[in-house]
């Protein structure tokens, strides 16, 4: 089968907004396709692999060696396209319309498995003569997708969940267990296909396998209308949602990326292997303060994801916790269907069991959440405003009487986030976007006052709806006052609403602060620059809070 | 080098203006006297005293705004003289109608290339290559990321697009004088033998064109805005500004797409809202520019009506052209 194919399908699940024209197509791609292509086109869809074999940037300056083309006019291209691989392949059709060269019929498996693993086998030199003669021989529709996997931006727009449904309705299996097989380390092969629809469901493969992980929705008002008593209420944590896996004596730890992690985190697999019962454990990895007895930020935790291997000295630097918040299973039973407040009591009764009879001390390193008990709403709203003294986003409202189902179902969990800081400031800086947003202003830095001058504290860029992108673009545009390469200085006059996270002092920032997650939630047109907040408003926040 | 008030043609307030024959090209508000070279409304105010165009420039602004403008037309090529000035209409490939205006006064020659495109569009007249000293050319695509596929690769995409939904009423925007026509002619050449609806305002650009001896395939005017899904399987040409607002909101049945060569970025593609984007242009891309640049011998160039930084720099560095930049 031709890479023809996929590039299709790539176009069409490009054009096609609906889910079940998505469904539709992806249906009817895999029936038309070889095993191994198939198993191919998964592999890029569910962006199961961003391996890259050659930077955008390098993409570039290949294309520029290659035709003798000034590297100045590839950038100002790509300012307005926003994607290294998508620019070289508008340009290409300036190169390879007038070529006679045979056109190759290459499929996706040979590309994958052969043409490019070779390609990295190369030197410089080498390796630009083979992309040119790829490019050349390959039809004009295909260099789109060529470019993106050299460059590992294979993105668009189809979930996994897209891939996991469209595989049940092409055998007629439950999304479960498509989405249990989809998990983890997927090797693209014939086998790994044939194994995704095979309408047998042989259980001792999905062994080491997490179940699909349940997710919360943002709260709504109408669940005040609810009794209080309906939920379990926990401390939302800001860590790695993570399945703790333990069958047969044999540890995982399988994040909701659905990246096995056992390298990382060693001590963790040390210590729960010590543990007797086999069981499924849904829960939050953090590293932790131990002293206060809260969550270290998420930070810390990047300290730790990153590294396999973490010698001694970054383990006890950086500890780490798993706090379980559910049972999914044990010693081999499914309890998935089991009401929560029953799993609840499962979970305790058995982490009571492990505590005192296993024989290294556990609690160090694997608790399970606390729960909090409001009286009432307005009690409920006292814990969520406490949230950030213990380093948490909020609160969790879970149905008691609901079972672990897979997916953002409605009504089962809630995730009820404090309230953002905000300030509002003055813009000062645009840059240029990339990718969708490319060729618009739509990267914002922003100022408050100290002694009557603007003093950059936040860089934001999400937060204004399209319409308001492209006026704020036309009027930035208008208002330069200088240009540095892509940014551009602008009259202050714009004042916006900035909310964010977490504030904190800063050495490295001109401002002497920092903040977390910075987004725009409102465009003050009816503030003046001089309404705007000061940095001393900013660092009194700062003190309210602590 | 002459300043800006030295040149024959020169930018004042937003406009092309030639002082010596006090007359503006395409002026955004009302003056005395305005060469209007093509008839959509971002080239023409109401309110000037008098327009001179084409004839069929002419015949299409009054069908658009009403007899109610005082407007001399000319045939292309035919010389007329203001202020000594010698004035002429040619050919620039836009739609039908659309001309660059060749001025010559005392043995010195500029071009106003108006908007323009190389490419073949039997619903007008072919580009007509004008050699000039100084041309004032439009760069609405000048980067080399814009390549035009030939304009029947696009209209087979199109006819695709709609084959492959036969459940689905098919809705193509673009703009409803010339694209839309251009488009219902090369359409009706591919596989797609399904009704094609258009618009009133296209049908009656249509009807224009038709009077004025183009044939343009017959469409079926969309009469019954309601009973847009049910037209499975059909094309339908709407004007743009149809696609913001309500309208669209009131079918479940459909598919958009847009027609415009700004389509060929993916980021704008998906920007714009519509399902799908095609690719194709009345305008020149980049190759269709400075092949324009070259053939008319210009040695001073200036662009409008686009970026033209890297255009500019391009052709200083690689071809040698003088590029000039307009004092505003």
Redesign the interface.
């Known amino acids: 089968m031709s890479l023809k194919k996929f590039s299709e399908l790539f176009g069409d699940l ?4 609906s889910t079940n024209n998505k469904i539709e197509v992806l249906k009817r791609y895999f029936l038309s396709n070889e095993p191994i292509d198939n198993s191919w086109a998964i592999y890029l869809l569910t962006g199961k692999s961003n391996k890259r074999f050659i930077s955008g940037r390098n993409l570039k300056n290949l294309f520029s060696q290659i035709y003798e083309y ?1 590297q ?2 590839i950038d ?2 790509y300012l ?4 290294s691989a ?2 070289i392949t ?2 290409l ?2 190169k390879t ?1 007038s070529r006679n060269k045979k056109l190759s019929n290459i499929s996706l498996n040979q590309l994958l498995s052969k043409i490019i693993p070779e390609l990295s086998k190369l030197n410089d030199e080498e390796k630009n003569l083979q992309i040119k003669n790829i490019w050349e021989t390959l039809p004009e529709d295909n260099h789109l997708i060529f470019n993106k996997i050299l460059t590992g931006t294979f993105r668009v727009g189809v979930s996994i969940g897209l891939i996991t449904k469209s595989i049940s309705k092409l055998i007629n299996i439950d999304e479960e267990i498509i989405s249990h097989r989809l998990m983890g380390n997927f090797k693209p092969s014939i086998d790994s296909y044939e194994f995704l629809i095979n309408k047998n469901i042989n259980l001792e493969e999905l062994n080491s396998k997490p179940y699909p992980f349940l997710l919360a929705n943002n709260f709504e008002d109408k669940i005040f209308k609810n009794s209080i008593n309906d939920f379990q209420f926990e401390w939302k944590y800001d860590g790695i949602r993570m399945q703790l896996i333990k069958r047969s004596g044999n540890v995982s730890l399988w994040t909701r990326g659905q990246e096995l992690v056992n390298e990382s985190f060693p001590e963790l697999v040390d210590k729960i292997s010590y543990i007797k019962d086999d069981f499924v454990l849904d829960g939050e990895l953090l590293v932790w303060n131990f002293k206060e007895q809260i969550a270290f930020d998420f930070s810390f935790l990047q300290k730790r994801i990153n590294r396999k291997s973490p010698t001694r000295s970054i383990q006890i630097k950086y500890p780490i916790i798993f706090i379980a918040y559910d049972l999914l299973e044990i010693n081999g039973r499914d309890i998935r269907e089991i009401l929560l407040e029953n799993r609840r009591i499962e979970l305790e009764k058995y982490y009571s069991e492990w505590q005192n009879k296993t024989k290294n001390n556990i609690t160090d390193i694997f608790r399970i959440c606390d729960l909090i008990y409001p009286k009432d709403w307005s009690d409920a709203l006292n814990f969520k405003e406490k949230s950030r003294e213990n380093n948490t986003e909020g609160l969790i409202l879970k149905n008691k009487r609901s079972p672990y189902t897979s997916g953002r179902k409605k009504g089962i969990w809630w995730k009820y986030k404090v309230d953002p800081m905000q300030l509002d400031a003055v813009l000062i800086y645009a840059k240029g976007g990339s ?5 618009l202003y739509t990267d914002y830095s922003f100022a408050l006052w100290k002694d009557q001058k603007l003093i950059k504290f936040a860089s934001a860029y999400s937060g204004l709806t ?1 319409i308001e992108i492209k006026e704020l673009d036309k009027w930035i545009r208008k208002n330069t006052i200088e240009k540095f390469g892509p940014v551009r200085s602008l009259k202050p006059e714009m004042v916006f609403e900035i909310s964010f996270e977490k504030i904190q002092i800063s050495k490295r920032h001109k401002s002497g602060i920092a903040v977390r997650f910075p987004r725009i939630t409102k465009w003050r047109k009816d503030k003046k620059i001089n309404d705007a907040d000061s940095l001393k408003n900013a660092f009194e926040l700062m003190k309210k809070i602590s | 080098m002459r300043t800006n008030q030295e040149y024959l043609i020169k930018y004042k307030d937003g406009n092309l203006y030639c002082e010596l024959a006090d007359i503006w090209i395409d002026p955004i508000k009302p003056v005395k006297r305005a060469l209007i070279t093509h008839a959509h409304f971002d080239h023409f105010t109401f309110g000037c005293e008098e327009y001179l165009s084409t004839n069929e420039t002419a015949i299409l602004l009054k069908e658009r705004v009403g007899d109610n403008i005082k407007i001399k037309t000319f045939d292309y090529g035919e010389e007329f003289k203001i202020n000594g000035i010698n004035i002429s209409f040619h050919p620039s490939g836009h739609i039908l109608g659309s001309s660059q205006i060749r001025f010559i006064f005392a043995d010195e020659k500029w071009l106003i290339s108006g908007d323009f495109k190389l490419q073949k569009d039997e619903t007008c007249k072919q580009y007509e290559i004008v050699k000039t000293d100084y041309l004032i050319s439009e760069c609405t695509f000048g ?5 035009w596929d030939e304009t029947n690769k696009i209209a087979n995409d199109i006819s695709k697009w709609i084959t492959h939904s036969p459940e689905k009423t098919s809705l193509l925007f673009c703009y409803s004088l010339g694209k839309a026509q251009r488009l219902i002619n090369e359409i009706s050449q591919t596989n797609f033998k399904g009704n094609i609806y258009s618009h009133g305002s296209i049908y009656k650009m249509s009807n224009c064109y038709k009077e004025l001896g183009i044939d343009i395939k017959d469409t079926i005017k969309i009469e019954n805005k309601k009973k847009i899904d049910e037209l499975k399987g059909s094309l339908l040409l709407l004007p743009t500004s149809l696609s913001k607002g309500s309208f669209l909101k009131n079918f479940k049945n459909i598919q958009t797409a847009f027609a415009s060569g700004w389509m ?8 714009s809202g519509y ?3 095609f690719a194709i242009s009345d305008h020149a891309d ?2 269709g520019i400075l092949e324009v640049v070259k053939k008319s011998e210009a040695k001073n160039v200036f662009f409008h009506h686009g970026d033209s ?2 255009l500019s ?2 052709l200083v ?2 071809e040698s052209i003088n590029v000039l930049l307009f004092g505003k």
Do not use: Q
């Open positions: 490009d054009s096609i907004n000034p100045w006019l100002t291209c307005k396209v926003g994607d998508e620019v508008l340009l059709k300036n319309t990718g969708r947003r490319a060729g399209n | 980067l080399p990321i814009f390549k060929s970025i993916r980021a704008l593609r998906k920007r399902d799908k984007g980049w190759d930084e890297a720099k391009y560095e690689k």
